[in-house]
């Protein structure tokens, strides 16, 4: 066979290879499905678990403390959330980003982070949210399944080597599954992750949501039971007219709450990272301390539980009406302090949950008033209490529709849609009105995170233009084994304050500021390994978008971040300044033009 007939061969090979490939291999529209399908399977089955651990934890721990026996179940109360709160904090000096409730962290994920959640976080996430929560914390479990099904997704997404923006675009996907399963209300996960995560309705998101809420309920209802979470033994409707006065009271009640509430969490999270009397990983215990005393009290005054956990079970009595209203009144104002403690001393918890018992209180409590100024029923309570539950999550959460559809979810009754909608609608617009900033991206704002507000230019911009368009290729860079005075000689022609510190395979190892470099050499430290001067290990790959690099840069506190390679190497390719970026966005607002 000539040369020429064996390259028509080959050639020919390569052709019928291909056609084959494009014939059976999977697209990417096909692998996303697929996926979607996948994740709904998935997320349901994790948090189902996750739910089952805490069931058991609680069982095993917080329970147990308070019914031990007369002579100690007040020690035993107050130190079982303490060791809770102080083996989290433990926890969390491997897992940082497992803290908090695990929204905000999604949320910054699919709008500046290309849709990237480790799984280490989501793992460390689901150990600790059951450690604490199950040892009494005044959290709740739904959050923490947020980012641990995000985690899940985004680790599908990566493993099937699906482009970023598609990985992105399942994030929202496994948020659903997650709130689906833990809510056991398909529907009210929908809208949660439209109004909360997506922050508009994006069409080629919302098929995808919509499947996997409902394959995470399906399984979520194979395991656990069809039954809501609440278990309400009437039909609740609006039987006077009179009482829509209330409820819209309690609008207005509700929005008082929630602004308080999100004020004094914000002002105590605030206080404890300035607070250094104590180590920081010890802080999560006096949260736990502070839920334990007030759980004391609610024990030994009350008679009631309900200041630990969620209090699922304290609220479908108010549901019921069974709590009389003093004891509505204080359990209220306990779990308000007590959830505030916890998640502001740097829990691993969700505030869903104490959010729909704190509103079950208020509810209660204004069902009283209704009571014995109009002569109602009792059965009235159950009904207000309900209402007040979707109020104050309104008022909190800042997710409208979702604070009404979770309720009729929760609870299998439909009949108080326009009490609902009255006092839901009057707490979200009066908290609104009070406090622009919702509560998640307060917490972000908090931790130096800014996400841009949907749909502004600069987040249009900052999002399509990748980190490798911007940057500066082959920078000065320092080897980890060079001395402070070795470094000095080589970063002499640096263009920038801080330059990259890479190892023998070129890994990046993080930045070192030539300031500090140059006052360390000059004091007689020129000796030292320079690694030992790297103050930020931040950094973002060569096609993450602009937007994840601004989101770095503002939570590191820098303005120059080291770039690697897309491959996941950890190879320096790279170093990107805020200097970069703004030219970056201006040539990309002149147009193709002024390339």
Same mark, same amino acid.
């Given at each position: 066979?000539?040369?020429?007939?064996?390259?028509?061969? !080959?050639?020919?090979?390569?052709?019928?290879?291909?056609?084959?490939?494009?014939?059976?291999?999977?697209?990417?529209a096909q692998r996303v499905f697929g996926l979607t399908i996948l994740i709904g399977l998935l997320c349901g089955f994790a948090a189902v678990a996750f739910h089952l651990?805490? =069931?058991?934890?609680?069982?095993? #721990?917080?329970?147990?403390?308070?019914?031990?026996?007369?002579?100690?179940?007040?020690?035993?109360?107050?130190?079982?959330?303490?060791?809770?709160?102080?083996?989290?904090?433990?926890?969390?000096?491997?897992?940082?980003?497992?803290?908090?409730?695990?929204?905000?962290?999604?949320?910054?994920?699919?709008?500046?982070?290309? *849709?990237?959640?480790? #799984?280490?976080?989501?793992?460390?996430?689901?150990?600790?949210?059951?450690? /604490?929560?199950?040892?009494?914390?005044?959290?709740?479990?739904?959050?923490?399944?947020?980012?641990?099904?995000?985690?899940?997704?985004?680790?599908?997404?990566?493993?099937?080597?699906?482009?970023?923006?598609?990985?992105?675009? %399942?994030?929202?996907?496994?948020?659903?599954? *997650?709130?689906?399963?833990? @809510?056991?209300?398909?529907?009210?996960?929908?809208?949660?992750?439209?109004?909360?995560?997506?922050?508009?309705?994006? /069409?080629?998101?919302?098929?995808?949501?919509?499947?996997?809420?409902?394959?995470?309920?399906?399984?979520?209802? &194979?395991?656990?039971?069809?039954?809501?979470? @609440?278990?309400?033994?009437?039909?609740?409707?609006?039987?006077?007219?009179?009482?829509?006065?209330?409820?819209?009271?309690?609008?207005?009640?509700?929005?008082?709450?929630?602004?308080?509430?999100?004020?004094?969490?914000?002002?105590?999270?605030? !206080?404890?990272?300035?607070?250094?009397?104590?180590?920081?990983?010890?802080?999560?215990?006096?949260?736990?301390?502070?839920?334990?005393?007030?759980?004391?009290?609610? $024990?030994?005054?009350?008679?009631?539980?309900?200041?630990?956990?969620?209090?699922?079970?304290?609220?479908?009595?108010?549901? #019921?009406?069974?709590?009389?209203?003093?004891?509505? $009144?204080?359990?209220?104002?306990?779990?308000?302090?007590?959830?505030?403690?916890?998640? &502001?001393?740097?829990?691993?918890?969700?505030?869903?949950?104490?959010?729909?018992?704190?509103?079950?209180?208020?509810?209660?409590?204004?069902? @009283?008033?209704? $009571?014995?100024?109009?002569?109602?029923?009792?059965?009235?309570?159950?009904?207000?209490? %309900?209402?007040?539950?979707?109020?104050?999550?309104?008022?909190?959460?800042?997710?409208?529709?979702?604070?009404?559809?979770?309720? @009729?979810?929760?609870?299998?009754?439909?009949?108080?849609?326009?009490?609902?909608?009255?006092?839901?609608?009057?707490?979200?617009?009066?908290?609104?009105? !009070?406090r622009p900033v919702p509560i998640y991206e307060a917490l972000l704002e908090q931790d130096g995170v800014m996400i841009p507000r949907v749909g502004s230019s600069a987040?249009?911009?900052?999002?399509?233009?990748?980190?490798?368009?911007?940057?500066?290729?082959?920078?000065?860079?320092?080897?980890?084994?060079?001395?402070?005075?070795?470094?000095q000689a080589f970063t002499a022609t640096a263009r920038f304050s801080s330059v990259p510190v890479v190892d023998e395979s070129s890994r990046f190892l993080g930045m070192?500021? #030539?300031?500090?470099?140059?006052?360390?050499?000059?004091?007689? /430290?020129?000796?030292?390994?320079?690694?030992?001067?790297? =103050?930020?290990?931040?950094?973002?790959?060569?096609?993450?978008?602009?937007?994840?690099?601004?989101?770095?840069?503002?939570?590191?506190?820098?303005?120059?971040?080291?770039?690697?390679?897309?491959?996941?190497?950890?190879?320096?390719?790279?170093?990107?300044?805020? &200097?970069?970026?703004?030219?970056?966005?201006?040539?990309?607002?002149?147009?193709?033009?002024?390339?």
């Amino acid at each position: 066979m000539t040369t020429a007939a064996a390259g028509d061969a !080959w050639g020919k090979a390569l052709r019928e290879t291909r056609r084959l490939l494009a014939r059976y291999v999977p697209s990417e529209a096909q692998r996303v499905f697929g996926l979607t399908i996948l994740i709904g399977l998935l997320c349901g089955f994790a948090a189902v678990a996750f739910h089952l651990s805490i =069931r058991f934890a609680e069982r095993e #721990l917080i329970d147990r403390a308070m019914s031990a026996g007369p002579g100690s179940w007040i020690a035993w109360t107050l130190v079982t959330p303490t060791l809770g709160g102080l083996a989290a904090g433990l926890l969390l000096l491997i897992v940082p980003r497992a803290a908090g409730s695990g929204v905000p962290q999604v949320k910054e994920a699919y709008a500046a982070g290309g *849709g990237r959640i480790r #799984l280490r976080d989501s793992i460390g996430k689901f150990v600790i949210g059951v450690v /604490q929560i199950g040892s009494g914390a005044s959290l709740g479990r739904e959050g923490p399944t947020v980012q641990i099904c995000a985690g899940v997704t985004s680790l599908l997404g990566r493993l099937t080597s699906l482009p970023k923006e598609s990985v992105r675009r %399942l994030l929202p996907v496994g948020v659903a599954a *997650g709130i689906a399963a833990a @809510f056991n209300a398909p529907i009210a996960a929908v809208t949660f992750t439209i109004e909360e995560i997506v922050g508009n309705l994006d /069409q080629t998101v919302l098929s995808g949501v919509v499947v996997a809420a409902a394959l995470a309920a399906v399984i979520e209802r &194979s395991v656990l039971g069809t039954q809501p979470v @609440f278990e309400v033994s009437r039909a609740y409707g609006l039987e006077h007219a009179s009482s829509l006065f209330f409820y819209a009271g309690l609008g207005l009640a509700a929005a008082a709450v929630s602004v308080t509430f999100t004020d004094s969490l914000l002002a105590l999270r605030a !206080w404890f990272k300035r607070f250094h009397g104590l180590p920081r990983w010890s802080h999560p215990a006096l949260g736990g301390l502070v839920t334990g005393g007030l759980a004391v009290l609610a $024990l030994f005054f009350l008679k009631s539980k309900g200041v630990t956990g969620g209090g699922y079970d304290t609220l479908s009595k108010a549901l #019921l009406g069974q709590i009389g209203l003093r004891v509505l $009144l204080a359990l209220g104002a306990m779990k308000l302090i007590a959830t505030v403690a916890c998640y &502001s001393s740097g829990g691993a918890g969700g505030i869903f949950a104490p959010a729909l018992f704190i509103g079950g209180m208020l509810g209660g409590a204004v069902g @009283f008033v209704d $009571l014995s100024l109009m002569g109602q029923g009792d059965s009235e309570l159950g009904a207000f209490a %309900l209402v007040g539950m979707g109020a104050v999550f309104a008022g909190i959460i800042r997710a409208p529709i979702t604070s009404v559809l979770i309720i @009729f979810e929760m609870t299998g009754g439909y009949g108080l849609i326009l009490p609902l909608m009255i006092a839901n609608m009057t707490a979200y617009g009066l908290a609104r009105h !009070w406090r622009p900033v919702p509560i998640y991206e307060a917490l972000l704002e908090q931790d130096g995170v800014m996400i841009p507000r949907v749909g502004s230019s600069a987040t249009g911009t900052l999002d399509k233009v990748p980190v490798a368009d911007a940057m500066t290729r082959d920078p000065v860079r320092v080897l980890s084994g060079a001395t402070l005075a070795e470094a000095q000689a080589f970063t002499a022609t640096a263009r920038f304050s801080s330059v990259p510190v890479v190892d023998e395979s070129s890994r990046f190892l993080g930045m070192l500021s #030539l300031a500090e470099l140059r006052e360390a050499s000059d004091g007689g /430290q020129g000796v030292r390994p320079a690694r030992e001067l790297i =103050r930020s290990t931040e950094c973002v790959a060569s096609d993450d978008p602009l937007l994840s690099a601004v989101v770095a840069m503002s939570r590191a506190g820098v303005r120059q971040l080291g770039v690697v390679a897309a491959d996941d190497s950890g190879r320096l390719v790279g170093i990107l300044a805020m &200097s970069d970026v703004f030219r970056a966005q201006a040539r990309a607002a002149e147009g193709p033009g002024h390339a």
